[in-house]
């Protein structure tokens, strides 16, 4: 039974780190996306940096 017990555990682990990988492959094509889109549109993204401003100020912790 605990044989069972911790192999399920060590599965667990396996997919939690293979799922973590992922994330931070997903994260890091995300922000080399946003460097692409920024350096390629300027001026669309000096104006989502305003935006993104104004949404931080506004917003209470």
């Known amino acids: 039974m605990s044989d ?3 192999e399920e555990v060590r ?4 997919t939690d780190a293979e799922r973590m990988r992922r994330r931070a492959r997903f ?7 946003r460097e692409l889109r ?3 549109q300027p ?6 940096r305003l935006r993104h401003a104004v949404r931080m100020r506004t ?3």
């Open 43 to 48: 001026r669309r993204a000096k104006v989502a």
């Open 27 to 33: 994260l890091r094509e995300l922000a080399e996306a």
């Open 11 to 14: 599965e667990a682990r396996r």
């Open 4 to 6: 069972r017990k911790s």
């Open 38 to 40: 920024d350096r390629v």
């Open 59 to 61: 917003f209470r912790w």
